[in-house]
């Protein structure tokens, strides 16, 4: 019985130090440190138009704002959010420090405008974004069913 209480409270020592790891003490330069995670584009039902989302997340102790998106595949990517079921655009949207910007369906959502091409599941378009703070970020946007939904994988 000695031996497994003594093993019971290593482990939530373990526990309780990850727990502690995220108070930002490994990045005091005070700067935003991005990374993008799950891009996908819907394969898009028209030919002008198409929607992308993904998410930014920001490990450094800055906040950063993502200003601009850019790509070969159209005329001119803008940026959305929707409030109370309706989308408007945005000229900025704020990366918290240690936090995420999410663009999702039915929220924030890039915006497609003047496709040069038709994306088509299983491509890959390539964005650039730009940030008020950090240096431009590539992101290789993968093309996904007009139906897909990141939570089931299909
Ligand atoms: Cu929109």
């Known amino acids: 019985m000695r031996r497994l209480a003594l093993a019971a409270a290593a482990t939530t020592g373990a526990l309780a130090l990850t727990g502690c790891s995220g108070d930002g003490s490994g990045s005091g330069d005070g700067k935003a440190g991005l990374s993008v ?3 996908y584009m819907p394969q898009p039902v028209s030919a002008d138009m198409a929607a ?4 930014i997340t920001n490990k450094g102790a800055a906040k950063d704002a993502l200003t601009s998106v850019t790509s070969d595949v159209a005329g001119r990517i803008t940026m959305h959010d929707t ?3 309706a989308m408007q655009e945005v000229t900025s949207f704020a990366v918290p420090a240690h ?4 663009f999702k369906s039915g929220g924030n959502h890039l915006m497609f405008e003047k496709l ?3 994306p088509q599941q299983g491509q890959t378009i ?3 974004l730009k940030f008020a703070k950090s240096g431009p970020l590539t992101v290789e946007m993968p093309v996904k069913s007009a139906t897909y ?3 089931t994988g299909h």
Do not use: I, M, Y
């Open 37 to 39: 995670s799950s891009a």
């Open 52 to 55: 992308g989302f993904l998410t």
């Open 83 to 85: 409030v109370g079921g």
């Open 99 to 102: 936090g995420q910007l999410v």
């Open 116 to 118: 040069r091409r038709k």
């Open 126 to 128: 390539t964005l650039k």
């Open 149 to 151: 939904n990141p939570s």
